[in-house]
């Protein structure tokens, strides 16, 4: 199983940027896909999550109406549009993918973790 995030990198608040995460190894239509991040000396925090049968999404407060998670299956790739960003948003982004996993995906709900990519935002 390996999920590879890539499309981090170095902005300025204000700036967008799409992150996306490819994955191998799994069924990925039966999985709920999602997108933690975490700030240097900070745990690792849910940012959005887009279910395995509906497609419905959800957001961590700090990101509504900013950020906008998607997937396409036919690519097994999950996606993270980044809009607006501010330098809060600095972390390291992870994807992670919970077989049938609910809408409400806890890190503890996770069975496969991508290795992360660093997004910094500078004001």
């Known amino acids: 199983v390996q999920l590879q995030a890539f499309g981090g990198g170095l902005v300025q608040a204000g700036e967008s940027l799409r992150l996306s995460c490819a994955a191998s190894?799994?069924?990925?239509?039966?999985?709920?896909m999602a997108w933690f991040r975490q700030a240097p000396g900070k745990e690792r925090d849910f940012v959005a999550t887009?279910?395995?049968?509906?497609?419905?999404?959800y957001y961590a407060d700090s990101v509504r109406g900013r950020f906008t998670i998607s997937r396409d299956n036919a690519k097994n790739t999950v996606y993270l549009d980044m809009n607006v960003l501010k330098p809060e948003d600095t972390a390291v982004y992870y994807c992670?993918?919970?077989?049938?996993?609910?809408?409400?995906?806890?890190?503890?709900?996770?069975?496969?973790w991508g290795k992360g990519t660093l997004v910094t935002v500078s004001s």
């Open positions: 190894g799994i069924s990925f239509s039966t999985y709920t």
């Open positions: 992670a993918a919970a077989r049938y996993g609910s809408g409400n995906l806890q890190r503890g709900g996770v069975h496969f």
């Open positions: 887009i279910t395995w049968n509906t497609r419905t999404t």
